[in-house]
């Protein structure tokens, strides 16, 4: 029986965790650069020239400072990807 407590005391620890790793990881990501994981490419590019600029961004997102844009765009060309944003996605802490 006390195997059987400890077992669920490790388990529950290690549940907590790992719940909190997520968060945890970008833990000096400033409130700005939090944006909300739901955002799809398509309803920030409202030319559709299949590219978001900072204009375009910025009125999806407009709390955002530019620095946040400026590290999306990974390839520096001054406009977001599909790519882009999908990778800038995965690497980031994001909100409700």
Known sequence: MRNIESIIVLAVILALTVGCGHHMKNADVAPT???HHGAHFPDMDTNGDDLVSWAE????FPDVEKNI???ADSNKDGS???DEWHQFKSTRMWGE
């Open 69 to 71: 844009y400026e590290t």
């Open 80 to 82: 977001l990807n599909h």
């Open 33 to 35: 650069e939090v944006i």
């Open 57 to 60: 961004f910025k009125n999806k």
